[in-house]
């Protein structure tokens, strides 16, 4: 009796030891990255510009004739998160729209005694510039935490990226497919988080603020890897499932103020890598009447001569999303990074085109709302911002 008692005590113990263990495995702690927004714009044409370019890279990314005749445009806002690539620090764009990570475009890459030439060349192209040069494997972090043997691409030539170092890629894998020489995909950084122990779910939170004042750059935003920050939003994250091959969205619903903009469904990407706020073009038009808004061929806004002082609302997953005139005109206070002046008002509202995907959830609306980019679930999460 004696001896069965120990073995029932003995087994108990290894199945709680087991499943404080697996408790630990999930709750690994999450990572939180500062992130800096940078001004390198001189003009707002140039935003628009770039961003309608990297529109067209999404409708068109197999084509490559297409990919290769689109101009590049190097001005724009940028989030930007200090990333280690084995013992450099490389300011990288934070990008939801692509999935490889690069160095080089900025601070040469030195290789180090953990970086590894695979001898593959690695391209990309993301409308609004490209690089192309040889993949490496090295270790890569980010606030001190990170992976080994992380693909990189070190760039021999880029363009399109004046002021950053390269691009940190947090899009899903499908994307990375053909990026490399004799390689279908490689592992994204947050893959490879989470294959390593590092993070327990490959759940990725962005919080974006806009810039205070005039200021042109601002430590002001803030990456969750492996879960999500609840003093970043409000109320509840609405998921809804992720469609296409980037963070998609089906939208739909637009009105501004009691005016409905049209109920057709259009197709949607949450993406940090686009400035503004783009909808479908026969949805845009309606705007354009319902709020006595004109485009303005200098600035490549809509422009106001009186402040609009109706909501702007939409719905995603069942939700509805709201932006007020606050939300959504260009800050006076930033008119001059932006390359405006005078006294009229300008949105980021814009016109989005008519082939999928016409409706982009850029930077400008994550300013205002909490995003969450969850692979592991595969759906994509808003929330008000707190």
Do not use: C
Not at 79 to 92: E, R, S
Not at 345 to 355: K, L, P, V, W
């Amino acid at each position: 009796m004696v001896r069965v008692a120990l073995q029932t005590a003995f087994v108990a113990a290894v199945i709680g030891y087991a499943s404080a263990l697996a408790v630990e495995q999930r709750s690994a702690p999450l990572v939180k990255a500062s992130l800096k927004k940078v001004n390198t714009i001189t003009n707002s044409t140039n935003i628009v510009a770039r961003d309608l370019a990297r529109l067209n890279h999404y409708f068109k990314k197999s084509d490559i004739s297409e990919r290769q005749s689109t101009p590049v445009i190097n001005e724009v806002f940028s989030y930007i998160a200090a990333t280690t690539v084995g013992t450099q620090t490389f300011d990288l764009i934070v990008d939801t729209g692509s999935s490889n990570t690069w160095v080089g475009a900025g601070t040469k890459f030195v290789a180090g005694s953990t970086a590894k030439s695979t001898g593959d060349s690695v391209s990309v192209s993301y409308g609004s510039g490209e690089f192309s040069g040889t993949e490496y494997t090295d270790t890569v972090s980010l606030a001190g935490t990170g992976v080994t043997g992380q693909s990189i691409g070190v760039a021999k030539s880029s363009t399109g990226f004046s002021g950053t170092d390269g691009i940190i890629g947090f899009g899903p894998e499908d994307l990375t497919e053909d990026t490399v020489s004799g390689v279908s995909e490689i592992p994204t950084f947050m893959q490879n988080l989470v294959s390593q122990g590092v993070i327990s779910e490959n759940i990725l939170g962005v919080s974006f603020a806009p810039l205070t004042g005039s200021d042109e750059e601002d430590t002001n935003g803030e990456l969750t890897l492996g879960g999500v920050d609840d003093t970043k939003f409000t109320g509840d994250i609405t998921y809804t499932t992720r469609t296409g091959d980037y963070w998609g969205v089906s939208v739909t619903d637009f009105t501004f103020g009691s005016t409905s903009l049209g109920t057709t469904t259009a197709s949607g990407i949450v993406d940090t890598g686009t400035t503004l706020f783009y909808i479908p073009t026969a949805t845009y038009d309606k705007f354009l009447t319902a709020s006595d808004g004109k485009l303005d061929s200098t600035t490549g806004l809509v422009k106001y001569t009186t402040k609009p002082t109706a909501d702007f609302t939409f719905v995603v997953g069942g939700t509805t999303y709201t932006l007020t005139p606050t939300d959504y005109l260009v800050p006076t206070a930033q008119y001059s990074n932006w390359g405006i002046s005078g006294s009229d008002f300008y949105s980021i509202i814009n016109d989005g085109g008519s082939e999928a995907p016409n409706t982009i959830l850029g930077m400008t609306f994550l300013e205002n709302f909490y995003a969450v980019f969850d692979t592991t679930n595969n759906r994509v999460g808003l929330a008000p911002a707190a």
